[in-house]
């Protein structure tokens, strides 16, 4: 029954603190963390596009997120260029990432809220990040880590299944998830423990079928110890 998996995520069982730094542990010395092809938010090469990319990653795959960036970067890479597109300029160029009405809504909107506010930069700290139309906790983690080197874990889908599953942080959804995770993730783990959880999810803690049997911390899963 090593694959099967008994789960109550709505609990909010906990890990010790003793056993959350164990995990931490057993996640970097089994997982790669972050690689030399680790480019960031999407690989873009600025503040401002990559914030613009995550916001375009919103329930699209990595492959259509890229041709929808490539696409709108190609007319307009700056927020002054890309307010002076039309709607239907922006919608075309990001179609392949899908919901292209609500993000070009959202693409504008970041554009001119980036330039009454922050004069056209894009601010530093995740506060302010936030403010800015179409970027939620997640984006503005993944901006403040990727961009401005901030030792931050973001917490995506993988990393949120990760943390419910085994203890590691709870939260109804994955703000609260990641609110919790930061008060409880050793300071050393903070660099690199976004790459170790969505490494784990991706290779063993998947959504479906987990790969118990095989699983590096699988002593300290609390999902584990219901079954």
Not at 66 to 73: G, I, M, Q, S, V
Not at 118 to 142: T, Y
Not at 181 to 197: C, Q
């Amino acid at each position: 029954m090593a694959d099967k998996i008994a789960i109550d995520e709505q609990h909010g069982q906990l890990l010790d603190p003793n056993e959350v730094k164990t995990v931490f542990r057993l996640l970097s010395e089994n997982l790669p963390g972050r690689t030399q092809t680790a480019k960031g938010p999407k690989g873009q090469r600025t503040p401002f596009r990559s914030a613009i990319a995550c916001l375009l990653s919103a329930q699209s795959r990595d492959a259509n997120t890229a041709r929808a960036t490539e696409a709108l970067f190609a007319l307009a890479d700056t927020p002054e260029a890309v307010l002076a597109l039309e709607d239907d300029e922006i919608r075309e160029a990001i179609r392949p990432a899908g919901l292209y009405n609500l993000k070009t809504r959202r693409i504008r909107a970041f554009c001119e809220t980036l330039l009454e506010q922050f004069d056209g930069s894009v601010p530093r700290s995740r506060a302010e990040l936030m403010r800015l139309p179409g970027i939620g906790r997640k984006c503005a983690d993944i901006v403040m880590h990727f961009v401005f080197d901030e030792a931050v874990i973001a917490v995506d889908t993988h990393v949120e299944r990760v943390c419910r599953r085994t203890g590691l942080a709870q939260g109804s959804n994955a703000e609260k998830v990641a609110e919790n995770l930061a008060g409880r993730a050793p300071d050393w783990a903070l660099d690199e423990g976004h790459f170790w959880l969505i490494q784990h999810g991706k290779r063993t803690c998947t959504s479906r079928a987990p790969k118990c049997a095989t699983c590096p911390i699988e002593s300290h899963c609390l999902a584990r110890r219901t079954v």
